[in-house]
């Protein structure tokens, strides 16, 4: 079945303390990108990826790191989260940066 | 539920009827524009998308309808059912060279 997967789903965690959420896809996609979605902001885009070891940031990558060592993989770290890094994560990926996204089932992050 | 319905517009249909959705979009250069719908708990789920050489575009109970003049885009959901009950977001692209931008979404809530 194609699909993005991510892990943690679910994540609660303390300010300062690295994590890493990671993404995978299955469909040889060349384009991965991380979006964090907020009440009244909508979808707004972290980083994405053009291919492997190809990386840009988005509208608000702040905070947030990014790899991509390998085309199916695309993980997410947060050297040191902070509260306001509390929020709904979603990964992404398509063919190309110009075409329709699938996204992942979402990682829903606290920062206490 | 997730939290990323507060504060959207909503409009609310009675089950058979029709429902348009629209949505502005801001970037006169957009060439490539696409309708996700994310129901609760889930990532966005691609719909339909249409680039910018037509103005119609149809699928499976669903039209989307691009005006560039005034920079508007809609979808009309045919026969509207309870399973449409979710979150339609638009998204925007220039196939240059920039990602996707996603609108602010709308809200559908189903009467049966």
């Known amino acids: 079945e194609a699909q993005v997967t991510q892990n943690p789903r679910y994540l609660i965690t303390v300010t300062g303390k690295k994590l890493t959420v990671t993404c995978s896809q299955n469909?040889?996609?060349?384009?991965m990108s991380w979006y964090r979605q907020d009440p009244g902001l909508g979808l707004r885009q972290i980083y994405y990826s053009m291919n492997v070891e190809v990386t840009d940031k988005g509208d608000v990558p702040e905070g947030y790191k990014v790899s991509r060592k390998e085309k199916r993989n695309f993980p997410l770290i947060l050297e040191s989260p902070s509260p306001n890094q509390t929020s709904l994560y979603f990964c992404a990926s398509s063919l190309s940066h110009s075409g329709g996204e699938f996204f992942g089932p979402g990682t829903r992050l606290t920062v206490l | 539920g997730e939290s990323v319905g507060l504060h959207l517009p909503t409009l609310s249909v009675q089950e058979g009827d029709n429902s348009i959705i629209n949505c502005a979009y801001s970037?006169?250069?957009?060439?490539?524009f696409i309708w996700y719908k994310q129901e609760s708990g889930k990532g966005p789920q691609f719909i339909i998308d249409i680039r910018s050489n037509m103005d119609k575009r149809q699928g499976q109970r669903v039209t989307v309808l691009l005006n560039k003049t005034v920079k508007h885009l809609s979808l009309q959901i045919a026969a509207t059912q309870p399973g449409d009950s979710a979150v339609y977001f638009c998204?925007?692209?220039?196939?240059?060279?920039?990602?996707?931008?996603f609108g602010k979404g709308t809200r559908l809530s189903v009467i049966a």
């Open positions: 998204a925007e692209n220039y196939s240059g060279n920039t990602p996707l931008v």
């Open positions: 469909m040889n996609h060349e384009y």
């Open positions: 970037n006169s250069a957009s060439d490539y």
